[in-house]
């Protein structure tokens, strides 16, 4: 039995009761669609494998957004699998597809989706991205989130820049319970340095940093961030803990460029993919994998609060295959 059918198995048992397993299952419908179709219709067309499938196989892959790049290493390495283990049947090798991909994520061991939580004081997770990937959003629903596991968090308005940003995250301060650092600083570090002197002094266990969305070509925005990473170091040595870079599902592959481009001056620590449920190419988790070796470690599933999740590789290949 291969790796996907264990999966399917354990989850499909239990779909039913796991609330996260039925998320990744509706935020993966596009998708899952138009992947599980095409997938389907190419083993109908063929009786055998040959170049005409392959290249059409090469063809669905990128249209569900996995780059070309990773797709033309990962049919060079399904075509060795053909060869050495006689595979003739389309049919046979959909499964090993579907394995081949859970394989190429999560090899090099770059899984972990789990929190560099601070063992002591507080965690300090900063936010970073280009305008209108919905940062300041995910903010909220992982603070929500956050706090629903017991967490004492601390938002902190650092998008200084951006008209009505402070006043967003107050919005969700109120929605959630949750309380905000703010002021009429036009200075981003000097509300960070606030939050988390706050958070040092009133046991806050996790202090949420949202900041300008800046393009990754602008020089001056990306020294800020540079002067913001500076600020916190010197209240916290060892902070910030964790520097989400947040993009948007439905940018496809420049959501990669825009990771590379950050990587150049902070370091990434996890990827929070939102609108994930508003797109047809979900194949954007494994590009970003594949490209640059940054884990995803938040998916947007929905546009509610509570459906924001924790990646799982696990329930995202079942989301997007259950129909196979």
């Known amino acids: 039995m291969g790796i ?3 999966i399917k198995n354990i989850l499909g048992k239990k779909e039913d009761s796991d609330k996260e397993i039925i998320k990744y299952e ?9 992947f599980v179709s095409e997938l389907n219709g190419l083993s109908k067309k063929y009786k055998n494998i040959n170049a005409d499938y392959f290249e059409e196989l090469e063809n669905i892959l990128i249209m569900a957004d996995i780059g070309v790049n990773t797709v033309m290493k990962f049919v060079d390495k399904l075509k060795k699998r053909v060869k050495e283990e006689k595979i003739n049947s389309p049919d046979n090798l959909k499964e090993i597809i579907v394995d081949e991909l859970f394989i190429m994520y999560a090899e090099n061991g770059v899984v972990s989706n789990k929190i560099n939580y601070n063992k002591n004081g507080p965690t300090i997770i900063l936010f970073i991205g280009v305008n209108g990937v919905g940062k300041t959003t995910s903010i909220g629903k992982i603070a929500n989130k956050m706090k629903n596991d017991g967490k004492k968090v601390l938002l902190v308005a650092g998008d200084t820049f951006r008209a009505g940003a402070i006043e967003q995250l107050e919005e969700w301060g109120i929605k ?9 600083s036009k200075d981003p570090s000097a509300v960070i340095y606030d939050g988390i002197v706050k958070a040092q002094k009133e046991n806050y266990e996790v202090v949420l940093v949202d900041t300008a969305g800046r393009l990754q070509n602008k020089v001056n925005l990306m020294n800020e961030l540079a002067k913001i990473n500076n600020v916190i170091k010197k209240l916290i040595n060892d902070a910030p803990h964790e520097t989400m870079l947040v993009i948007d ?6 959501g990669i460029s825009q990771a590379k481009e950050f990587s150049k001056v902070t370091d990434i620590t996890g990827i929070v993919l939102t609108k994930l449920d508003g797109t047809a190419k979900g194949g954007i988790v494994l590009a970003i994998k594949e490209e640059t070796d940054i884990p995803v470690k938040f998916v947007g599933l929905g546009e509610k609060m509570d459906e ?14 259950k129909d196979l």
Do not use: C, H, P, S
């Open 4 to 6: 996907f059918n264990k």
């Open 26 to 34: 509706e935020g993966l419908a596009k998708t899952r669609r138009e």
């Open 176 to 184: 959630t319970g949750i309380d905000v650092v703010a002021n009429n």
């Open 249 to 254: 599902a439905t940018t496809g592959q420049n």
């Open 308 to 321: 924001i999740e924790t990646f799982d590789i696990e329930k995202y290949i079942y989301g997007l295959f």
